[in-house]
């Protein structure tokens, strides 16, 4: 008898919050099986980008990246480089502005709905 293999498996990032908290609860839902990819907090401050490149490993036919930093940026690029199917969600207040130069919005404030771009590549990096 052969051991039935997922025919999908989500690789996170691991954070306790956002888009991880959402996918992970998403794919619990599903029955998909999720693997957490923390960075090995060891490694100093490169450790995030070096989780980057060992979720690669994992050969990914698709992925989606979230708006955020650099360490998210980081990760486009690599999937861009290796030629993977990517989809960009982006905050749809953000408009190409450096993170430090946007405003808070209040707490009270509704925040906008997420956009969901099809291809990053018609955009800047984030």
Not at 39 to 67: H, I, W
Not at 95 to 105: G, H, S, T
Request: glycine share 4%.
């Amino acid at each position: 008898m052969h051991a039935r293999v997922p025919s999908m498996a989500l690789a996170t990032t691991a954070q306790n919050k956002g888009a991880d908290v959402i996918t992970a609860a998403w794919a619990s839902r599903h029955n998909v099986p999720v693997i957490l990819c923390k960075p090995d907090t060891s490694r100093g401050p490169s450790a995030p980008y070096q989780r980057n490149a060992r979720m690669l490993a994992f050969k990914p036919v698709e992925a989606v990246v979230c708006s955020g930093g650099s360490i998210q940026a980081n990760l486009a690029d690599r999937l861009r480089e290796a030629r993977i199917s990517l989809h960009i969600v982006r905050d749809a207040s953000a408009r190409n502005e450096a993170p430090a130069a946007r405003a808070k919005a209040p707490a009270q404030t509704e925040r906008p709905a997420m956009k969901r771009v099809a291809n990053g590549d018609d955009l800047p990096p984030f």
